[in-house]
């Protein structure tokens, strides 16, 4: 169940219900997990400043249980996320930030539970 987070300063008619459903599938695939488990949440037109400049930029977390726990799986997925949002925002990889957080399954609550026993 990932759940994702995009921050950027970039206006709110820059990213239309199309484009919220093409980072899930991205996402979905980078994660090599099914559309329907993800979270999506997109933030525009905030304050932001990466490395000194308020140029258009976005900062994208990415959190999750059992796929953004080793480097190893964080550089394959910051790959193809990447690819995915310099293409479609037309911005460069350094006005780009993704955080991985791993989670642990008794940090998510579902169905008036948690993930654990589930």
Do not use: Y
């Not at 695939?29 to 258009?56: D, F, Q, T, Y």
């Amino acid at each position: 169940m990932p759940f994702i987070e995009l921050q950027t300063n970039l206006p709110a008619t820059s990213f239309s219900e199309d484009f919220v459903k093409r980072l899930c599938s991205s996402s979905a695939s980078a994660l090599a997990k099914p559309e329907e488990r993800m979270n999506i949440v997109v933030k525009p037109g905030l304050p932001m400043m990466i490395a000194g400049s308020c140029s258009p930029c976005v900062m994208l977390s990415v959190s999750a249980i059992g796929v953004t726990d080793t480097a190893d799986k964080n550089k394959e997925h910051s790959s193809k996320i990447f690819d995915f949002l310099t293409k479609e925002l037309s911005l460069t990889e350094d006005r780009i930030v993704i955080l991985f957080h791993a989670l642990e399954p008794h940090q998510v609550g579902k169905k008036g539970t948690v993930m654990s026993f589930l």
